[in-house]
Nanobody, 125 residues
Framework: QVQLVESGGGSVEAGGSLRLSCVVS????????LAWFRQAPGKERERVAR????????HYADSVKGRLTISKDNAKDTLHLKMNDLKPEDTAMYYC??????????????????WGQGTQVTVSS
């Protein structure tokens, strides 16, 4: 059984930083992709960053490039999202997610089938 448990959310002022963590267990795919999604009230869910297990290649949404960094600690089975220069528009519930990778690329955002419970990030102006 795959489990993903996020932590690290909170409230910060604009320009501040947070680091989200997600402990992943039970994931047995030979290749997988891990990602961070976010969803603000009244908005669609957005994948902000993802990382491939084979080569640690990453991809970011344009809205977060240069400010957010995704990484994984294989020894601790933990996914991180370092968030710098936070803006009020980053306010959302953040979720980590996992999916099997069938090749060198990661699946579509809609194909992620393992999810954590979410952690709230609130950025005040």
């Amino acid at each position: 059984q795959v489990q993903l448990v996020e932590s690290g959310g909170g409230s910060v002022e604009a320009g501040g930083s947070l680091r989200l963590s997600c402990v992943v267990s039970g994931l047995t795919y030979r290749r997988s992709c891990l990602a961070w999604f976010r969803q603000a009230p009244g908005k669609e869910r957005e994948r902000v960053a993802r990382i491939h297990s084979s080569d640690d290649s990453t991809h970011y949404a344009d809205s977060v490039k240069g400010r957010l960094t995704i990484s994984k600690d294989n020894a601790k089975d933990t996914l991180h999202l370092k968030m710098n220069d936070l803006k009020p528009e980053d306010t959302a519930m953040y979720y980590c997610a996992a999916a099997q990778a069938l090749g060198p690329g990661c699946p579509l955002a809609s194909d992620y089938n393992h999810w954590g419970q979410g952690t709230q990030v609130t950025v005040s102006s």
